[in-house]
């Protein structure tokens, strides 16, 4: 799939065939260049490759800087989190995709795509469509958080990142940087907060 935007090709992603407009928007605003704040039209124009297809007003506007935001959760519920995401993903069932998913007081999104990096590009897209405020919402991967996979919860705004496995080395530096709570293994029964463990309790008072 190639995405183009304002008639220029950007790049060509490797992914799979739902959910585009999100897949689109998501990655657009991992690489600043959107404003979430009105988010474009986004065109899927079939072809060898098929395209995505928009027209931005540049320059793009960030995501709010995790680090203004003072939004903190509870081990148990980034754990439901996951669980529920495991519960609504009828592809990783089949086997051989990844998925991502955002929580958030009330609110839950999840995507699937055979790579990391595009599962939540789409869930981060499908937030944008819906007016999420990522400021007090949490991320969850399958995926391992590397340092790419931090940067897009980065922003976005997302101030807790959640994987079913672990941070990278640079990923956690990164994290810590930006002051985003990054928790692995989350569904191992004992899960390991790397960075940032102020955004996190054990229990909820």
């Not at 819906?130 to 997302?158: P, Q, Y």
């Not at 191992?188 to 309790?201: E, H, I, K, L, M």
Request: net charge neutral.
């Amino acid at each position: 799939m190639e995405l183009w935007a304002n008639g220029e090709l950007l790049c060509t992603l490797y992914c799979t065939p739902q959910d585009l407009e999100d897949l689109a928007l998501g990655h657009l605003m991992g690489r600043g260049l959107l404003d979430p704040g009105s988010p474009p039209a986004v065109a899927a124009v079939p072809g060898d490759p098929w395209r995505l297809e928009t027209t931005l007003s540049l320059p793009g506007k960030p995501g709010r800087d995790p680090a203004l935001s003072r939004w903190t959760t509870t081990l148990s519920q980034v754990v439901e989190l996951a669980e529920t995401a495991m519960e609504h993903t009828p592809l990783r069932k089949k086997g051989g995709v990844h998925a991502a998913a955002l929580g958030w007081e009330g609110g839950f999104l999840v995507r699937e795509d055979v790579a990391r990096h595009n599962a939540v590009d789409k869930v981060v897209g499908a937030g944008i469509i819906k007016g999420v405020d990522f400021s007090v919402a949490a991320l969850f991967t399958t995926g391992r958080l590397s340092h790419e996979m931090v940067l897009k919860a980065a922003g976005a705004g997302v101030p807790v990142a959640v994987s079913m496995k672990y941070p990278s080395d640079l990923g956690a530096a990164l994290a810590a940087q930006r002051k985003i709570c990054v928790i692995g293994k989350v569904l191992s029964g004992a899960p390991v907060v790397y960075t940032n463990g102020w955004r996190v309790a054990q229990n909820r008072q």
